[in-house]
């Protein structure tokens, strides 16, 4: 399963299709109200992106930002697939393919706005000619 070769495609990829769902009058005041801040913290290699949510501000992990809420820790191979809709969120915690820290119940309500970023994700992957990401 191929994942990000680095903490820039993260940013660009994850980030960016948070960046697309924000501008979205519906869904980003929908992200909005949840006044969550979460990170998405990858292994292999090490990067991490943090989405606030409330203030629709996405942030690279070294530039600083606000404290998470609650982080979602995977491999990049896992987030690629994940953001491509290919992974169940409660099964992968339940195998430890996705570590949860923080508020479990606040991100897991996240879900649902989530999977209305899937195909943002994928079609921002094709548009980049990045079929080496699709799974």
């Not at 519906?26 to 006044?35: F, I, P, Q, R, V």
């Not at 992106?49 to 995977?74: C, F, Q, R, S």
Request: include cysteine; hydrophobic fraction near 40%; proline fraction near 6%.
């Amino acid at each position: 399963m191929p994942g990000f070769a680095n903490e820039d495609e993260l940013f660009k990829y994850v980030g960016g299709i948070f960046e697309k769902g924000f501008a979205d009058p519906e869904l980003g005041e929908k992200m909005a109200s949840t006044g969550m801040v979460f990170e998405t913290r990858c292994t292999e290699p090490d990067s991490s992106v943090v989405v606030d949510l409330a203030n629709h501000k996405v942030y690279k992990g070294g530039e600083g930002g606000p404290t998470p809420d609650a982080a979602l820790i995977m491999s990049t191979e896992t987030a690629n697939a994940y953001w491509q809709g290919k992974v169940n969120l409660p099964f992968a915690m339940a195998r430890n393919k996705i570590k949860v820290e923080g508020n479990v119940a606040k991100l897991l309500a996240l879900s649902p706005l989530g999977k209305k970023l899937f195909p943002v994700y994928v079609e921002a992957l094709k548009a980049d000619g990045r079929e080496d990401l699709l799974v």
